[in-house]
């Protein structure tokens, strides 16, 4: 395999695994979403631009890898690198949506 079909591959998976991630988390972050938001407007507003968050960090990230030509490494090695990098930035999207959501949630005392 060529190194454009690797890189593509990578990043066919990264864009998979990102929508997984996103349909998973959907339902409940958007019912999250609407108690604090007040209303179903403002929380589609922020389900779309948290969708579009941990969709397009992660496909950056992976766009960002670029294996070292002198080195021969397999096919395997090759996307596995891509896709760590990929899911390191799915896991900061995550963690980081997770801390914003976190901090506007009222505290019972």
């Not at 999250?32 to 209303?39: E, F, N």
């Not at 490494?73 to 980081?96: D, E, N």
Request: aromatic share 12%; charged share 15%; hydrophobic share 50%.
């Amino acid at each position: 395999m060529n190194d454009t079909v690797i890189f593509l591959a990578g990043l066919g998976l990264t864009v998979g695994v990102c929508a997984l991630v996103v349909w998973y988390l959907k339902p409940h972050l958007y019912n999250i979403l609407v108690d604090l938001c007040g209303t179903s407007e403002r929380a589609k507003f922020w389900m779309a631009f948290s969708n579009v968050t941990l969709m397009l960090v992660p496909t950056l990230f992976a766009m960002s890898y670029r294996p070292d030509s002198g080195k021969d490494l397999s096919v395997v090695f090759r996307a596995t690198s891509q896709l760590r990098w990929s899911l390191i930035g799915l896991a900061a999207s995550v963690m980081t949506l997770g801390v914003v959501v976190s901090r506007f949630i009222p505290r019972r005392l």
